[in-house]
Nanobody, 119 residues
Framework: QVQLVESGGGLVQPGGSLRLSCAASGNIFGIYTMGWYRQAPGKQRELVAG???????NYADSVKGRFTISRDNAKNTLSLQMTSLKPEDTAVYYCHADRVLGGSPQRYWGQGTQVTVSS
C-alpha cells in the first residue's frame, strides 16, 4: 500500500501564496506519475497539475503561470507552490500517486487539505 499525507493548506487572502506538500510512504516502488487534484463544493474533482518521475509537468489552464508542481524522488515528496491565489482556487486539494501493479494501473489518494482564498 501507499500512504499519502498532504499538508500546507489554510486560509489566504486573494493574491497570496501557499505551498502544499505531500509525503509518500509505504510500498512506493514503481510510482511514476504524481499530481494534485482539487474539489470545490458542488463541483467535480478536477486536475490541477501532474508530474512524471522524469519531471515532465502538465497544468490545468486555470492555474498555468500561477502554480508550480515539483517532486523530490529521493525524499518521496510532492509539492505545489501556489501564487496569485484567487477565490475560485478555494477547494480541497488532493495528492495522488500512480503506478502499475500486477499489470493493473493503481491510483492512490491522500486525505486532502483545505485551501480557502478569501478576504
Amino acid at each position: 500500500q501507499v500512504q499519502l499525507v498532504e499538508s500546507g493548506g489554510g486560509l489566504v487572502q486573494p493574491g497570496g501564496s501557499l505551498r502544499l506538500s505531500c509525503a509518500a510512504s509505504g510500498n512506493i516502488f514503481g510510482i511514476y506519475t504524481m499530481g494534485w487534484y482539487r474539489q470545490a463544493p458542488g463541483k467535480q474533482r478536477e486536475l490541477v497539475a501532474g508530474i512524471t518521475s522524469g519531471g515532465t509537468t502538465n497544468y490545468a489552464d486555470s492555474v498555468k503561470g500561477r502554480f508550480t508542481i515539483s517532486r523530490d524522488n529521493a525524499k518521496n515528496t510532492l509539492s505545489l507552490q501556489m501564487t496569485s491565489l484567487k477565490p475560485e482556487d478555494t477547494a480541497v486539494y488532493y495528492c495522488h500517486a500512480d503506478r502499475v501493479l500486477g499489470g493493473s494501473p493503481q491510483r492512490y489518494w491522500g486525505q486532502g487539505t483545505q485551501v480557502t482564498v478569501s478576504s
